[in-house]
């Protein structure tokens, strides 16, 4: 008669969790819990050093490992999966390897830490980059350049709830907002010069925001009022994009004592 295998942790949270979906509720509880709003540029930082030592961040860990994409049902279940699994993994990079200056300081100009594997899923390896270039962006909401965070000052803030199918549109529409609204990252308006200046990431990505309208078209129609009606009358603004801070958005961050 065979030997049957005991049950290992991992096996006993795959069958707990309903498949497809990461412990939202935990993790709503660790976001509340250790992500604090900040009035630097971060506007959201994490405890990362209490992270490393919480146990019920290494039970999120374990349920998304556990987790089997192929089960997701919905383009919105799976669009709000992805987004939580970039930031979960983009998260534990920074709490296995704390303190870090950047989270570019995992990798090298040879192998980027975007492309090395950063955490498991369903028993496949995913590095960042495949997770946002192979799945997210493919999927076509340009919207998700406010969602996606790698753990970096310039990033748009860290949501401090999970991503849900249910809410997914309102909870996207309202990261772009708040964003925008952001004159030290998002966008800033100079009426005077005609200048604007937006992040870097509409830089980097502007072919995602081409069907929505091009960039200062998705600018004008989610930034505040002052600032999206003039973008709306002024089409063809002096254009510039702010510097990046790539500096890891840790609660203990000297930013934070100032």
Known sequence: ?????????????AFALPAGALDDALYAEVLSRYTHEVRDLARTRVAYRELGSAPEWRRVVESLEATDPSRLGTRKAKLAFWIDAYNVLAIDLIVRNHPLESIRDLGSLIWPVWKRTAGTIGGESYSLDRIE????????DPRTHAAVICASTSCPALRREPWR???????????????????????????????????????????DFEAAGGVLAVAARYAPPPEGDWLSSHPRPRLRYFDYDWRVNDLESPQTRR
Do not use: N
């Open 1 to 13: 008669m065979p030997r049957r295998r005991p049950w290992t942790a991992l096996a006993l949270l």
């Open 133 to 140: 270039h192979e799945i997210i962006r493919p999927m076509g």
């Open 165 to 207: 199918a249910d809410r997914l549109d309102e909870q996207l529409d309202d990261a772009m907002r708040t964003w925008l609204a952001d004159p030290g990252k998002g966008l800033l308006v100079d009426r005077k010069s005609g200048v604007v200046t937006l992040s870097r990431i509409f830089d980097w990505f502007e072919e």
